[in-house]
């Protein structure tokens, strides 16, 4: 199975380089990163990736223009910030070949001491284990043929993943795999942890009870 990675950046000059060059010990298909229109040097540093491609501004966007460019049988989608565990790519190929499984994602690790930090690894893969959801710093992986099912990522400005797992799991079921994705903790040292938890739960709150996304993400910052 070939597994084509899509990386959304805008301006992430400080991590793409790190990203490209880790993913590449996992001998992906392809490594495609899709510029939202960068003013550092994020493409110069994206060198190494197989295509950095010129896309819309906007994570969506920048998801669905990387997928519609992949020639892999499956896409995982992966955050700048963040890196793989050794063997990560053989968890997704045996995870999508299981009867029934329509997607995935990785135990997601923060990259920093703490226990704060290990109570929120924990309760992301919990997320997952009970409803299904999938946040963009987990890794969401799935065959082509189901991204194209669900119709992509829907065109909004914050909780696309969200949105999109919804979908994904009336199709079949979305597991863990037990490899791990490396998440920068720079987020929750920016914002504070019970700050950016609480926000983020407030958030979600917000748009289960019908609050479109595109007004929550003014209250989301961009971190970088």
């Known amino acids: 199975m ?9 301006n992430e000059e400080g991590c793409i380089e790190e990203t490209v060059r880790s993913l590449r010990h996992e001998r992906p298909h392809e ?4 510029d939202g229109g960068s003013t550092d040097a ?30 892999g049988d499956a ?7 963040c890196t793989l565990e050794a063997g990560a790519l053989a968890s997704v190929r045996n995870a999508l070949r299981r009867p029934g499984v329509i997607a995935g994602c990785f135990r997601m690790c923060v990259k920093a001491r703490g226990a704060s930090y290990r109570l929120i690894d924990f309760c992301a ?3 997952v284990w ?15 043929e189901a ?10 400005r914050l909780m696309e993943d969200l949105f999109l797992s919804l979908e994904l799991r009336k199709h079949g079921r979305i597991v863990v795999v037990p490899s791990r994705v490396f ?42």
């Open 2 to 10: 070939k597994v084509s990675i899509v990386i959304p950046a805008l």
């Open 31 to 34: 490594i495609l990163v899709v």
């Open 42 to 71: 994020t493409c110069q540093r994206a060198a190494a990736a197989d295509a950095v491609l010129a896309g819309p501004r906007g994570r969506a966007a920048q998801l669905n223009h990387g997928a519609a460019h992949a020639s």
């Open 75 to 81: 896409l995982l989608f992966l955050h700048a910030d």
């Open 125 to 127: 893969t919990a997320r």
């Open 130 to 144: 009970l409803t299904g959801i999938v946040y963009g710093d987990q890794g969401l992986f799935l065959r082509r």
């Open 147 to 156: 991204f194209a099912g669900a119709g992509g990522f829907p065109p909004l």
């Open 183 to 224: 998440v920068s903790p720079r987020r929750w040292q920016r914002q504070g942890i019970v700050r950016q938890t609480l926000r983020n739960w407030a958030l979600t709150a917000l748009a289960a009870s019908g609050v479109h996304p595109d007004r929550l993400a003014a209250y989301y910052p961009a971190v970088r």
